[in-house]
């Protein structure tokens, strides 16, 4: 057993009984490197990634590569998801020098930190072309002992190539943990370990200066760009804006949605149902227990990587609830309920947090767990019953993966189930149940239970669902209980078996503001808004750097870069999460100052855009907060018709302030039992009925983006 039994995160306790000495990150590995002159073997990786199982298995717990390892180097496993710092800096190194990237990540660095040689996946032994690890821990040995000064150079290069960048740009939004293609080496091991890391040197589109009066017109161009851009990508059968792999993309379907509202265009509405509806069709969804796996390994949606991540629950529950919004398509909302209830069900354990993630494996295969034959359907429901079931869900004697089938609609089918088809899903489900399940990752991650309250925080409101509204409270409760600091109130990144642990970064801090702006807006008790200013000013005052947002804290132990976003990943770019917050948290706080740090985070990400237009679309669809076109709706006293009215709209760039009055400007002069539409310093006339409500919002839409018929602005004043 070694160090790892000692950490609380399931990644790390998975490999306690390896025979390679582990360490957690942390000073002991480095100063055991310093000391006994060592290289660092780094490997990342998380619980639910199939190929970081078959690397432990091949190498770790193969002893005489274990004796290899222990021997030469000081070996450190890092789970990336409680780490997202470690994992962003040297998958910058991995795809600078190698091109391409994924999990598990294996990264040589010097005892001070400098990366000097990188890949993925290593099988044991070289085949297919692929270097075997025993052959790279060898040549890497050698290199080390022999040839130190080629191994410091390359070494300092790639370093100096990651700093030189303004920030490190890592876009990892399709990224696969599959293994790498091998890659010609040409640094220090070059004729050797067979695959290396090249000059060092990076690219990157740097965090550019940009301007800070962005205009409403400028934000719809960035707009229109963008849908030009996804328009050549569009797969007009299958939906989705690439190849295979497809991953879920929330940031892109937001933009097609937002094009649409803007302009009428439906083209650009049809982008993004059509996309909706194939992944709800596909097998990446899960038509029994419902949620969504984390991509497609093919164009049809069909054959998923089975491992479920809470942030695709989030981010795709969010796309499905804004098109529901615009269109009140019932398949939408069947969609929204039934990934509520996955997570509800699956995803937590009691705690009163939400467990990251489900592992693809179970029974020693991917995706076991999921998959159906004729015969099993047979001898669970009977003959006729089967063959509804075969029929609805396309089961065959053929399959679709392996010899069996995972569960799908045709595209354009019917999503609503029928009563009998209900009756098989049910009794399917409970059947299903009593297989052996695939793990379950239970630490608790501040950023993505931060993500998912805030769109189960809007879902509820839309909706009117209370036990929605109550769940989310609930882990946002649990997030301030467990999570925070209680000597400084110092927001932590990771908690698990009943223990909070690592800074946590920009990206959770960005996610919290707008979790707690969002239960502000969900309940009318401005106590949420009282958290997340605090949480917004600490954010400014430990993250920001000249040109973006810092990963980490300047509390934070030191990195040999420190590394910022300015492109959306897997994720989106933290700044753009904080920009977006904190400027619909300074409308409703009416507070100038928090507005102008909010427009200044997003204004870096926005100058990336103009240059590529898909690199950051979540600071696409936050342009036009970045050029003060905040909606804000104030419903004074108890009128839960106005506010029911309002929340169920697609309004994507609206806060609403209701319940009780706060000192905040958005309330001053306003008499009770109406709805106040503001934006910058033009109001329309109170309104007291529905539909006034909804007249003035539209008006109030056309006035924001002169596209759209403006009426009725005679009437507007100033604010103080």
């Known amino acids: 057993m070694n160090r790892l039994a000692l950490e609380t995160s399931p990644y790390l306790r998975q490999h306690q009984d390896n025979p390679v000495d582990w360490y957690p990150w ?58 997202p710092d470690v994992d962003a800096l040297y998958m910058a190194a991995v795809l600078a020098t190698t091109g391409r990237g994924g999990w598990p990540m294996t990264v040589f660095l010097t005892p001070d930190g400098r990366p000097f040689y990188a890949g993925t996946y290593f099988p044991p032994e070289t085949r297919g072309g692929m270097p075997g690890l025993r052959s790279v821990l060898t040549a890497v040995s050698d290199a080390w002992r022999h040839r130190r000064q080629d191994v410091e150079d390359e070494a300092t290069a790639v370093t100096t190539g990651l ?23 040409t640094g220090p091991l070059a004729g050797h370990a067979g695959t290396g890391t090249g000059t060092g040197t990076g690219t990157g589109t740097g965090t550019g200066t940009g301007r800070g009066d962005m205009s409403s017109s400028e934000a719809a161009d960035l707009l229109d760009g963008a849908v030009t851009e996804l328009t050549r990508r569009f797969d007009a059968e299958w939906g989705g804006f690439s190849g295979a792999p497809k991953f879920p993309q929330p940031e892109l379907v937001e933009i097609c949605l937002r094009h649409h509202r803007l302009t009428g265009e439906v083209a650009s509405l049809d982008m993004a149902t059509t996309t909706l509806a194939a992944m709800a069709a596909g097998g990446i969804y899960d038509h029994l227990g419902g949620g969504f796996a984390r991509y497609s390994t093919d164009v049809t949606w069909t054959v ?54 489900r592992d693809a494996d179970s029974d020693g295969m991917e995706g076991a767990y999921y998959l159906w034959t004729p015969d099993q359907l047979i001898r669970a429901l009977g003959a006729r019953r089967a063959d509804i079931a075969a029929e609805w869900y396309g089961v065959t004697r053929r399959g679709n993966f392996e010899g069996q089938s995972i569960l799908r609609r045709p595209i354009g089918a ?102 707690f702006t969002r239960m502000a807006e969900l309940t009318g008790q401005p106590a949420w ?32 870069v420190r590394t910022a976003e300015t492109t959306d990943g897997s994720l989106p770019a933290a700044a753009a999460v904080a920009g977006a917050a904190i400027v619909r948290l300074g409308a409703l706080l009416d507070n100038r100052r928090l507005t102008e740090s909010g427009i200044s985070l997003l204004t870096p990400l926005i100058s990336v855009t103009r240059r590529f237009p898909l690199a950051a ?104």
């Open 414 to 515: 019917p999503l609503e189930r029928p009563p009998e088809v209900e009756d098989v899903r049910r009794i399917l489900l409970d059947l299903r149940d009593r297989r052996e399940p695939p793990m379950r990752d239970y630490k608790v991650l501040t950023e993505w239970n931060a993500m998912y309250v805030s769109a189960l925080a809007e879902a509820a409101g839309a909706t009117g669902m209370e036990k929605w509204a109550l769940q989310a409270e609930g882990i946002a409760r649990f997030l301030l209980e467990n999570l925070r600091r209680r000597s400084d109130g110092r927001w932590l990144r990771s908690w698990a078996l009943g223990e909070a642990r690592h800074l946590a970064c920009s990206t959770d801090y960005a996610w919290l503001i707008d979790c």
């Open 304 to 357: 998923p990587h089975f491992e479920k991540m809470l942030y695709d629950q989030a981010g795709l529950l969010r796309s499905y609830l804004h098109a529901w919004q615009m269109t009140a398509d019932p398949r939408w909302l069947q969609v929204i309920e039934e990934t509520v209830r996955y997570v509800a069900s699956d995803l937590t354990d009691g705690s009163g947090g939400i467990c990251s993630s």
């Open 26 to 83: 942390g000073d002991d590995a480095f100063a055991k490197a310093v000391r006994e002159d060592k290289p660092i073997l780094l490997s990342v990786g998380y619980s639910a990634c199939h190929w970081c199982h078959v690397m432990a298995h091949e190498s770790f717990e193969d002893a005489g590569i274990a004796q290899l390892v222990n021997e030469g180097f000081v070996a450190v496993k890092v789970d990336r998801e409680e780490r």
């Open 529 to 560: 808004l009282d958290t997340a200013r605090q949480t917004a000013d600490d954010l400014i005052t430990l993250f920001t750097m000249p040109g973006g947002l810092a990963t980490t804290g300047s509390d934070a132990d030191a990195l040999v």
């Open 617 to 720: 679309p979540s600071a696409i669809n936050a342009a036009f907060l970045a050029a003060r076109e905040t909606t804000e709706v104030v419903v004074t006293g108890s009128r839960p018709d106005l506010v029911s009215a309002f929340r169920r709209r697609y309004e994507p760039d609206a806060v609403l302030a209701w319940g009780e009055r706060t000192s905040s400007g958005l309330w001053d002069d306003r008499d009770d039992q109406l709805a106040y539409v503001c934006s910058g310093s033009t109001c329309l006339p109170p309104v007291a009925t529905v539909d006034e409500l909804a007249r003035t919002l539209d008006t109030m839409s056309g006035h924001h983006h002169s596209r759209l018929p403006t009426t009725a602005l005679e009437h507007h004043h100033a604010r103080g």
């Open 163 to 185: 700093a030189r960048q303004a920030a490190v740009v890592t876009d990892i939004s399709t990224l696969e943990p599959l293994p790498a293609e091998p890659v010609v080496a």
